[in-house]
């Protein structure tokens, strides 16, 4: 099974501006994160709006069997992309997507918003 990073393509800037250049924050967010993932263990997907719109950028980090982490209040940069993708493959190489603190990468500190338990049968 391979992680997924679900980044969100709608996040903006702020709450007044919400498209610089044509982009939203979001689209050059993942942009980033694919470009920092490109050949590495961990898949990107983009998806629309994670419901955290008023703390973009948003990125969930899931795969079956494994908690779900939703993450937010990213700077659409290639740092937070990079950090973000290095903990997420740190996530797909753990038996539970539990990473221990000590190894968290710097730029993912602060940045959690949320986690959701596996579904059991
Ligand atoms: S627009 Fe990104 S979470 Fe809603």
Partial sequence: MTATILVCDTCGFSDEEKIRNGR??????????????????????????LM??????????????????????????PEAAEALVEYATKYAGSETGVVPYREWPQGVKGHFVSRVPPLRD
């Fill in 24 to 49: 939203t924050a979001g689209e050059t967010f993942a942009e980033h994160v694919e470009r920092a993932a490109n050949g590495g263990g961990v898949r990107v997907k983009r998806h629309s709006c």
């Fill in 52 to 77: 955290g719109c008023g703390h973009g950028c948003n990125a969930a980090i899931a795969e079956p069997g494994k908690i779900t982490y939703v993450l937010g209040r990213f700077d659409p940069e």
